[in-house]
């Protein structure tokens, strides 16, 4: 099966030199191509690629600017970039390969070969957990979730998920002290912890457990403090539903009650 990817560069003699690459890679299936950071947001978010082909510098905004407005909309990048000062930094996403102007088929055929295998994987995973999620909604009562970690599928008491948090294209999973990367978006994991009323999404990028949270802050820029410290931001949106939630009554008037 293809890779479907995107190509984003400002430059359009260097997104066809990357499609007439592509021609001779038959792994690759190119859907779209962009030339800004704001086509290319639409694009990812509708298309939802596997693969990206990024440039860094795109006008006045970053390959990264991208990136962070796409979470869960594609799985893979490689960046094409004329700075090499880039790499250390792109590397805080699914970076596969950085490959530095001007390059070469060669160049290319070794990055595709990267995201091939990686695909391999993480589809395996995927289907892994696919079967694992569909297990748990038939056993709405279970108190256990299976997650792959370096090839091994560790199970975790649900009680003990501390948040969950969407980087990129995966999520973190913080349990108690330690950490749980998973190649899946925050949707997936609020579907699977629906049956779990201790669980709530209190941002677009956040679910917390209730029973961790230790302190509400209200205001302009509400924020959750959990029994470890860790501060959660909440959103505008969602603050009258878990003020509501954890039992907190005419919370934005409490002075006035004083």
């Not at 499609?19 to 990812?44: D, Y």
Request: charged letters at 25%; aromatic letters at 8%.
């Amino acid at each position: 099966m293809k890779i479907k990817s995107i190509i984003i560069d400002d430059i359009k003699s260097s997104v066809q030199t990357i499609v007439e690459f592509c021609k001779e890679i038959p792994e690759i299936e190119i859907i779209e191509t962009a030339n800004t950071v704001e086509e290319g947001i639409l694009k990812v978010n509708e298309l939802k690629p596997e693969l990206l082909f990024l440039d860094i510098q795109l006008g006045n905004k970053s390959g990264f600017d991208l990136l962070d407005a796409c979470a869960g909309s594609y799985q893979q990048v490689i960046f094409i970039s004329a700075y090499e000062n880039y790499a250390l930094e792109s590397y805080n996403y699914s970076t596969l390969h950085y490959l530095l102007k001007p390059i070469s088929l060669e160049d290319l055929k070794l990055a595709v070969s990267k995201a091939q295998k990686r695909n391999h994987q993480l589809n395996d995973i995927i289907k892994q957990l696919d079967d694992m999620r569909a297990i748990l909604t038939q056993n709405q009562t279970t108190t256990k979730l299976f997650l792959p970690t370096n090839n091994v599928w560790k199970s975790i008491e649900i009680a003990n998920i501390s948040y969950i948090e969407a980087k990129a294209s995966y999520c973190m999973v913080i349990v108690e002290n330690s950490e749980l990367m998973v190649s899946k978006p925050l949707k997936y994991f609020e579907d699977m912890l629906a049956q779990h009323t201790d669980f709530f999404r209190v941002h677009k990028s956040y679910i917390v457990n209730l029973k961790k949270v230790k302190e509400v802050y209200r205001g302009l820029k509400p924020k959750v403090i959990l029994d470890s410290g860790t501060e959660i931001p909440l959103s505008l949106q969602m603050k009258d539903r878990i003020f509501t939630l954890l039992g907190i009554k005419n919370s934005d008037k409490l002075e006035d009650n004083l």
